[in-house]
């Protein structure tokens, strides 16, 4: 029996041959049809089955080429086998960002093979299959002042963005769109084309891989350029006390106005672990990880405390911004006091805690309450956090989308610590992963997108 990847491969593509343990064939079939409907007859033995594809190596659009084997052992008079055939070359497709197209004119695609070339006119929405790389890439366009422009990217022969049986998505965007559409495609490389627990798994890795760990102290010179308000008073960015659409009831100037005590708000900034230490056991690189401690008012941090995040049904004590601490409401899921930041930051914690638990996924059994921590919210199941929770931090992220001073702090993370949150420069990640419609099945075909901003 044969067995196919979606889309069928034409008949004529594939050259079976059905080899015995010692090399030598035994039958050759030069299409998927001359194969005997009634099975091919053979003795009991060790064989295998090879399908090779026979369409030639010249790029072409819409022609995907199929091969596979299988290894066999014959015991008994009659055996069903499978071959399954799967995409042996590389699918690429061309876009444009909608910017681009209303800012240039004349644009083509080439790209080139070891095989050929194919060229992509501004209308091309086919896929075009290339056998082997490297592939060469060049961007014909012309720009508003008349002047026709090239481009020319490649992409190395041995790159995983043109494994076998993967498709390859370019994006040609526009050199004011911020962030080139995506110009950390290739940071994320391993995890595009991914959902689900793969995904989050996939995440863990990345942005674990060559972490550097700062000290404690080295936060405040992090936040000196991370956390400063754009309004031009060179203020800290602090979540517990900035009104966006009013004014701040009081500012913090960066490394003047670092705590020391405080008597209560306004006093001075310090860091406020989002996920509070007390959860992990002041165990480190967690301790002094710039992505989840925040520069806040000293003293509501303090009345913050390590209780978990969430929305209160009655509040004790409220801050200066609207901040509040009290009993949870009852449609929570959760029975206890609570912290709520304000709105305008709410999608911002959410997607720090996606962070922390894709970052210490694998530690963080061990700091689950049902195995003696004292934390709140933590799950040691794959998605690693307790359903309410998920629940809330979903709302929260999707009511309050990644604002610039999120991308803002992203960037200086990178070069302060050489990682980034994937939930701020992908939040459509969350939903893969925790939403409603996440999948927990591995991808069966990967698609990479890589994004190319012209300059």
């Known amino acids: 029996m044969i067995a196919y990847e979606k889309p069928l491969p034409p008949s004529d593509s594939v050259l079976i041959q059905v080899k015995r343990s010692d090399g030598k064939i035994m039958h050759t079939y030069s299409s998927i049809s001359q194969i005997p409907a009634t099975g091919i007859p053979l003795d009991l033995g060790e064989y295998t089955i090879e399908g090779t594809p026979t369409n030639k190596r010249l790029p072409l659009f819409n022609r995907p080429s199929y091969g596979g084997s299988c290894n066999t052992n014959l015991n008994k008079s009659e055996a069903n086998v499978t071959l399954t055939l799967k995409q042996a070359n590389v699918a690429v497709q061309v876009n444009y960002s909608e910017k681009f197209k209303s800012e240039f ?18 209308k091309e929405d086919r896929l075009g299959y290339f056998t082997s790389g490297p592939l060469e890439i060049k961007l014909t366009y012309t720009d508003k002042q008349g002047v026709v422009q090239n481009k020319i990217q490649k992409i190395d022969a041995t790159s995983k963005q043109i494994a076998p049986g993967s498709t ?7 050199p004011d769109e911020e962030n080139g559409g995506g110009n950390y495609e290739a940071y994320y490389l391993n995890a595009l084309g991914k959902t689900g627990i793969e995904l989050k798994k996939a995440l863990t890795t990345i942005i674990s891989t060559g972490y550097q760990a700062k000290s404690y102290n080295d936060l405040w010179s992090a936040y000196k350029i991370g956390d400063i308000r754009t309004d031009g008073t060179g203020a800290i960015w602090d979540v517990y006390s900035d009104i966006p659409l009013g004014k701040a009831p009081y500012l913090y100037q960066p490394g003047q106005d670092q705590c020391g005590s405080y008597s209560g708000e306004g006093s001075c900034y310090n860091r406020e672990h989002t996920i509070p230490k007390s959860w992990f056991n002041d165990d480190t690189p967690m301790y002094s990880d710039y992505l989840h401690i925040l520069p806040t008012d000293g003293y509501v941090n303090g009345r913050r405390s390590n209780y978990p995040y969430g929305e209160v049904g009655s509040a004790s004590w409220t801050s200066r911004n609207g ?4 009993s949870a409401k009852s449609t929570l899921g959760y029975n ?3 912290f709520e930041p304000i709105d305008d930051f709410k999608g911002d914690i959410a997607r720090i805690y996606f962070y922390f638990v894709t970052r210490y996924a694998d530690v963080l059994s061990k700091y689950d309450a049902n195995n003696g921590s004292t934390e709140e919210v933590f799950n040691s199941n794959d998605l690693g956090l307790d359903q309410w929770t998920i629940n809330m931090f979903l709302r929260w992220s999707k009511n309050d989308p990644v604002s610039p001073k999120e991308r803002v702090r992203n960037n200086e993370a990178q070069k302060f610590q050489n990682n980034r949150n994937p939930y701020v420069d992908h939040p459509e990640f969350i939903e893969k992963i925790w939403g409603s419609n996440a999948s927990n099945t591995a991808a069966k075909s990967k698609m990479v997108k890589v994004y190319y901003k012209v300059k």
């Open 105 to 122: 004119t004349n644009y083509t695609t080439t790209i080139s093979s070891p095989d050929g070339s194919l060229t992509y006119g501004s």
């Open 323 to 326: 901040s509040k601490l009290g």
């Open 336 to 338: 206890g006091t609570v």
């Open 168 to 174: 390859l998505a370019l994006v040609f965007s526009h």
